[in-house]
């Protein structure tokens, strides 16, 4: 099997700099992971800049659902027009109608505005009610990529789902599972014709009493992991 690359997500610079050190070939850039990811700090972006490798920006305005509003819209724009500015290789994109379709309206007006940058269509897909039609119409919109669990909890769970999709797919768009992707979990999905796959590669971290307790924080809070990266890598290699 050809190489296999390993995109991690990342909230910070700490954990930027522990992905690209462990040998993370994509970067996707966030904040708040523990809401799954929301649109990363300009000034983080500018830190990002200077990664060695690609660094993908979430375009995410708010935590829940991918029903955009037109408010939220023009603040998607404004961050796109930001991760452009700042010189990243690409945007991380979705959009749902409020049945759970992908919302091809929106996502041609992001992608638009993401024109000549590189483009991944994010985890809305498992939320969509029929996924072999959602494959179609990321097709059909011009997305490189999709990050998918096949609909499940964890990509391992909907490793099914996912070699049916793969399958339909047949070449005409990256397929990259995401969502519980670690060394030991790998054999559900060695079956799949990978070409990347995505990883928070994360480990918990106790927190300071005084933040949680005034609100600035959980007790624990997950942190990217140079050593999990590494190892990611590592199992990766052997596929």
């Known amino acids: ?59 995410r305005p ?18 796109i027009a930001a991760a452009r500015s700042a010189g990243l290789a690409g945007v991380v994109l979705g959009a749902s109608r409020p049945d759970g379709r992908l919302d091809e309206w929106m996502l041609t007006t992001l992608l638009n505005e993401a024109q000549g940058m590189d483009a991944t269509l994010h ?3 498992d939320l969509t009610p029929d996924k072999p039609q959602a494959l179609e119409t990321a097709i059909h919109l ?10 499940a909890p964890s990509a391992p769970e909907g490793a099914d789902t996912l070699h049916t999709l793969f399958r339909q797919a047949a070449g005409r768009i990256t397929l990259m599972p995401g ?17 990347e796959i995505h990883a928070s590669c994360s480990m918990p971290e106790p927190e300071a009493a005084a933040i949680a307790a005034l609100g ?5 809070r997950r942190v990217t992991s140079e050593p999990a990266v590494r190892a990611l890598v590592a199992a990766l290699a052997q596929l």
């Open 123 to 125: 985890r809305c897909f």
């Open 179 to 195: 969502a519980g992707v670690r060394p030991e979990t790998l054999p559900a999905l060695r079956h799949l014709p990978l070409r």
């Open 142 to 151: 011009g997305f490189p990529r999709i990050l998918t669990s096949g609909g």
């Open 216 to 220: 600035f924080g959980p007790p624990e």
């Open 62 to 79: 708010r935590a829940g659902g991918f029903v955009w509003s037109t408010e939220d819209l023009r603040q998607m724009k404004a961050d």
């Open 1 to 59: 099997m050809p190489d296999i690359l390993l995109e991690v997500c990342v909230e910070d610079a700490n954990g930027l700099q522990a992905a690209i050190n462990g040998g993370a070939g994509r970067i996707e850039l966030c904040s708040a992971l523990a809401l799954g990811g929301l649109t990363p700090s300009p000034g983080l972006m500018a830190e990002a800049a200077r990664s060695p490798v690609p660094v993908m920006a979430m375009i």
